[in-house]
């Protein structure tokens, strides 16, 4: 079989309904060319929409945006190009995040992304997953995402298969210079180990595929309910996944042990530089950390977006009176005033109150409170001051809506 026809024949197999789109994930690559054209051949340009992330890293970042902008031009397909910041941290992982953040905003129902992974990235995950040690699961062909999944057509291919359909097909790409970067583990392997390992044992790669252990489970994120029966490390490492979480085997063991833990326990795992595992009521939930918000005046009906969530107003026959500026801030800034709130003809303490609507503990120290006068005068979701609320009759009056920044 031609490298052509091998290319087309793995995206075919691609399950698709023909009311989807076809999304390629395209960086520029080599790897992803082969991608963007062959998906063009097989799916048609009807069908077809390229998404690039710019994460600004690199100086080329984008000159590589416009490479992919020109590209998609002549090939006639629509090319979305969305550039992004990365906080401070693992900069591999936090990239790889951001760009599945990015592609579930333009997936449909029934829609897919494919990516351009292939089978040497296998080996690759297959060896860093082993010596990080974690479960050698390698690279999952589909996984969900939004209301449409991720696939990825290429994993029974090699790179060598697709860099000789880019050179028959005469197509341009760009190389990221980062990728010969062996400070960073994964380049480490590729460039370094692996070539070692194939040098002493030619079928290394191939065996080394053959490790993978069997396909976990499907979860979607969202909260992991836990019943009567132990949860399993398969069932742990599946949902973890979804989150693009993958840590080691002795912190999905500190997981499963600390799930079983008594009742009024507050577990709390580290699962990554910025994540956490934690228990309530019953249920795991992954934490992102974020940075505590600077408090802000604010008049009803001004959304406000903070590091932790939006706080967000409907318009109502009653409520806070677009006329007036609160302070909106949160437990951790205030100091001098009473951390409690008058409602329903009795004072009750903001713990109390939290308690009650089930917000979990580590969303209240970032939970806004609305202030007037050194005084809580509104916990958006959770309890307003009667006093507080004006009619409509005068003035606009609004309700705030908190939204809280959830993984």
């Known amino acids: 079989m031609s490298t052509k026809d091998a290319v087309w024949e793995a995206l075919s197999a691609v399950d698709v309904s023909p009311a989807s789109r076809f999304w390629i994930a395209y960086s520029g690559g080599i790897d992803s060319t082969a991608l963007l054209h062959a998906s063009l051949e097989v799916y048609g340009r009807h069908r077809c929409r390229a998404i690039h992330v710019n994460h600004g890293i690199h100086p080329d970042s984008g000159d590589w945006a416009r490479h992919c902008s020109n590209v998609c031009r002549d090939l006639g397909v629509k090319l979305e190009v969305e550039r992004v910041s990365l906080d401070p941290g693992n900069v591999e992982m936090k990239a790889r995040l951001q760009r599945y953040e990015e592609y579930l905003r333009y997936l449909s129902q029934g829609d897919i992304v494919a990516t351009a992974h292939h089978s040497d990235d296998v080996v690759e995950s297959l060896i860093w997953q082993i010596l990080t040690g974690r479960a050698p699961v390698g690279i999952a062909a589909t996984k969900p995402l939004g209301e449409g999944r991720v696939v990825r057509p290429f994993l029974g291919l090699s ?22 970067d062996t400070s960073l583990d994964r380049n480490w392997i590729r460039h370094t180990l692996i070539p070692l390992l194939e040098a002493r044992f030619p079928d290394a790669g191939t065996r080394i595929k053959h490790l993978q252990q069997p396909s976990l489970p499907k979860f979607s994120k969202g909260p992991l309910k836990l019943g009567s029966a132990r949860i399993t490390a398969d069932e742990l490492r599946a949902w973890l996944l979804a989150y693009g979480v993958t840590p080691t085997t002795a912190t999905i063991e500190e997981i499963a042990r600390q799930s079983r833990a008594r009742r009024d326990s507050q577990p709390n795992i580290r699962v990554s530089r910025s994540q956490s595992v934690r228990r309530y009521r019953d249920r795991l939930h992954i934490v992102s950390a974020f940075e505590e918000f600077v408090p802000k005046c604010v008049r009803p009906g001004e ?7 939006t706080l967000a107003w409907e318009k109502s026959d009653q409520g806070l009176a677009s006329t007036k500026c609160f302070l909106v801030s949160n437990r951790r800034h205030l100091t001098g005033v009473e951390l409690s709130i008058r409602t329903d003809n009795m004072t009750k303490k903001l713990s109390s109150l939290f308690q009650e609507h089930r917000v979990a503990p580590w969303l209240r120290d970032g939970w806004p409170l609305i202030i007037e006068s050194e005084r809580i005068v509104c916990v958006p979701g959770v309890a307003t001051v009667e006093g507080a609320l004006s009619a409509s009759s005068e003035h606009d009056t609004f309700v705030p809506r908190w939204q809280p920044m959830q993984d």
Do not use: I, M, T
């Open 159 to 180: 790179k060598v298969h697709l860099a000789d359909y880019v050179e028959r097909n005469e197509l341009p790409w760009v190389a990221d210079p980062s990728n010969k």
């Open 303 to 309: 959304s406000l977006r903070f590091p932790n969530g």
